[in-house]
T-cell receptor, first 115, second 112 residues
Framework: EAQVTQNPRYLITVTGKKLTVTCSQNMNHEYMSWYRQDPGLGLRQIYY???????DKGDVPEGYKVSRKEKRNFPLILESPSPNQTSLYFC??????????????FGEGSRLTVL | GESVGLHLPTLSVQEGDNSIINCAYSNSASDYFIWYKQESGKGPQFIID?????DKRQGQRVTVLLNKTVKHLSLQIAATQPGDSAVYFC???????????FGKGTSLLVTP
């Protein structure tokens, strides 16, 4: 089954404790991206990657890191989480020619709470 | 500032009626406009897109209309069903082509 898989789905952590949210897709997509979703603010892009070893900042990259060592994986790293990073995170992927038309495949989301 | 925005945060319709969800945009340079559906507890799901050189596009039970004169986008759902209850987002690709700019969403509630 074609899918974007995120882990963990739910996480409660404390300020400053490094964490990684993994994302994996099995559709051989070149493009992968991370979004955060907050009430009243909608979906905002954190980082994106157009291919292996190519990453770029989105609208809200502060406090986050990403890597793209393999085509299928795009982990989101929070080196020192803070309470303002409490949010619902979504990973998305697509073929490059479908990104232009806006057709992204989203994961089920990872709800992160930072105390 | 926000490039796309929805007119109403919530919309309630009766099962079987047609639904119309509206969206305004500000960036005339956007090449594509897109509608997404997000059910409770799930990730957004692509519904349909429309290119800026088109006025109308139809899918299965959905129609998207684009009015470039007034910078308005709408999603029409025919014969709305309980499974259509979700939050609907409009988006455009105005940022860079590789990032979607999402609106805040309209919650559609279908009542029996």
């Amino acid at each position: 089954e074609a899918q974007v898989t995120q882990n963990p789905r739910y996480l409660i952590t404390v300020t400053g404790k490094k964490l990684t949210v993994t994302c994996s897709q099995n559709m051989n997509h070149e493009y992968m991206s991370w979004y955060r979703q907050d009430p009243g603010l909608g979906l905002r892009q954190i980082y994106y990657s157009m291919n292996v070893e190519v990453t770029d900042k989105g609208d809200v990259p502060e406090g986050y890191k990403v890597s793209r060592k393999e085509k299928r994986n795009f982990p989101l790293i929070l080196e020192s989480p803070s309470p303002n990073q409490t949010s619902l995170y979504f990973c998305a992927s697509s073929f490059l020619d479908r990104v232009i038309t806006g057709e992204l495949f989203f994961g089920e989301g990872s709800r992160l709470t930072v105390l | 500032g926000e490039s796309v925005g929805l007119h109403l945060p919530t919309l309630s319709v009766q099962e079987g009626d047609n639904s119309i969800i509206n969206c305004a945009y500000s960036n005339s340079a956007s090449d594509y406009f897109i509608w997404y559906k997000q059910e409770s507890g799930k990730g957004p799901q692509f519904i349909i897109d429309i290119r800026s050189n088109m006025d109308k596009r139809q899918g299965q039970r959905v129609t998207v209309l684009l009015n470039k004169t007034v910078k308005h986008l709408s999603l029409q759902i025919a014969a709305t069903q309980p499974g259509d209850s979700a939050v609907y987002f409009c988006a455009d690709n105005s940022n860079s082509g590789y990032a979607l700019n999402f609106g805040k969403g309209t919650s559609l509630l279908v009542t029996p």
